[in-house]
């Protein structure tokens, strides 16, 4: 399965993986594609064996701030317009706890006897700390994280950050002495860190607070200040301090951004940093994406670029490629969803580059040459789609292509909706593919009066040998 990961139709942002026995879950936020606000009344659950994360199952809604065609609210303190924001969900003797972070109300713990839920409210948080601390009990993104000895920790924050250990007998209330703050320093200079690596703003706190451990080494991911961005940073205890070590994925460069937010998982000897992309020219319908990352032995993971692959190692161009999965997307085009059923790249103007990584073209074939076929619908303006191998024709136009590409052939675009064909150099081997697009009216004011203008919308598109 490419990016994004789950079916199409389906917005799931703030992933956060978890392995419960021989399969992977994804609990996150739930958006409505093409809505004025973040997340939704409830939060949905999907899994997937370890051994072939394709088959995604959708395990339905697992709890609810609000009544829904087929069920009450779990919590009797909000109403229809509360929302459940960014969650965690982790296995203490056999139970499993739904931490919920509900949008400007106190959060709440849940329990299920399994992984997909259903869970049912167990009590809000409980503590004595300071009520502005942990913002006013919302406990923000809370990331909980149960130590091989036992002791259980909560991770939360926007804009600072705190940690503080839970009662592992109940699992929501806050023990007495143990909250830290500032665990990650916050987007303050004044409180930078240089001595633990965080000696500029960039590498500060801003939210999405997610603890893992491999092996005996401690690791938060999280959102920084500048957040399309996760970064990481770790330690040899839960408590820190923690060492900024460096940056997993930013899901903005070449690409509509917003914030980001996920974290890493083990599945089936491979790992996996999960985070999300933006869609329908909003930074609140956001779509789960997820990318292979190695953990070297001295701890650090170097940082990847966002693709089309998802758990793919390739793509096929010899399928039909749905254009919604690109990876970059430039000069204001976004990807939108006309229904449930149908995806496409509007607002594509002679400022827009779309690119996808990485298909496989196969090995060497008699033909110098193959077919290219794309579908679109034309807007009223006749142009020319070309096609890009490895880069585009310039260093300078993709912040994440550092190579000049290889023109491969072009397509007319006319007026109409319709499916064009043409004829391309052909390939072979492992290449990333661009689109660029361009009109015939040179470089006066005959260009500039086009400049801007959307010229067409892509559907999809395959290559034929």
């Not at 409505?32 to 939060?43: K, L, Y």
Request: aromatic content about 14%.
């Amino acid at each position: 399965m490419s990016n994004p990961y789950l079916p199409r139709w389906e917005y799931i942002p703030d992933g956060e993986p978890r392995v419960f026995g021989d399969r992977i879950y994804i609990y996150g936020s739930h958006d409505i594609a093409g809505s004025g606000s973040f997340c939704d009344i409830v939060h949905k659950v999907w899994s997937a064996p370890v051994d072939n994360p394709n088959q995604w199952v959708c395990h339905g809604d697992i709890f609810r701030v609000a009544a829904t065609r087929d069920h009450e609210p779990d919590t009797d303190w909000t109403n229809e317009n509360s929302r459940l924001f960014a969650p965690d969900v982790v296995e203490k003797d056999g139970k499993y706890y739904l931490y919920c972070y509900i949008d400007n109300e106190k959060g709440c713990v849940a329990v299920s006897d399994r992984p997909e839920g259903p869970f049912k409210l167990v009590s809000q948080y409980k503590y004595t700390i300071p009520d502005e601390v942990c913002n006013n009990g919302l406990f923000i993104d809370p990331s909980v994280f149960v130590d091989d000895d036992g002791k259980v920790y909560i991770y939360c924050g926007f804009l600072k950050s705190y940690m503080a250990e839970l009662n592992p007998d109940n699992m929501y209330e806050i023990k007495e002495d143990t909250l830290i703050e500032h665990f990650i320093p916050p987007c303050d200079p004044a409180v930078l860190r240089p001595e633990d690596g965080f000696d500029d703003e960039s590498k500060t706190f801003f939210e999405a607070a997610s603890m893992r451990k491999v092996g005996d080494t401690y690791y938060m991911i999280y959102s920084p200040k500048y957040c399309p961005n996760l970064a990481y940073a770790t330690s040899d205890s839960p408590t820190g301090p923690f060492k900024f070590r460096g940056f997993i994925i930013n899901s903005g460069i070449d690409y509509p951004g917003g914030n980001n937010h996920g974290s890493i998982a083990n599945i089936n000897g491979q790992w996996y940093i999960f985070y999300h992309r933006m869609t329908n020219g909003t930074i609140m319908s956001r779509r789960g994406c997820v990318e292979k990352i190695e953990i070297l032995p001295d701890g650090t993971i170097p940082e990847v670029e966002a693709t089309s692959l998802g758990f793919e190692d390739s793509l096929n161009p010899y399928q039909i490629t749905d254009a919604d999965i690109a990876c970059v997307l430039t000069g204001d085009a976004f990807i939108s969803e006309r229904n449930v059923f149908d995806r496409f790249i509007r607002n594509i103007t002679t400022d827009t580059i779309i690119g996808y990584r990485y298909f496989d073209f196969g090995e060497d074939f008699d033909s110098k040459t193959m077919q290219f076929a794309a579908k679109v619908r034309g807007m009223g303006t006749n142009c020319r789609m070309n096609i890009f191998i490895d880069g585009v024709d310039s260093r300078d136009k993709l912040k994440t292509c550092k190579t000049v590409g290889k023109k491969i052939g072009s397509i007319e675009i006319g007026h109409d909706d319709e499916v064009i064909t043409t004829v391309v150099e052909a390939v072979t081997g492992r290449h990333a593919v661009y689109f660029t697009v361009e009109t015939d009216y040179g470089d006066g004011w005959m260009a500039d009066y086009f400049k801007g203008r959307s010229l067409f919308e892509l559907e999809s598109f395959v290559f034929m040998k």
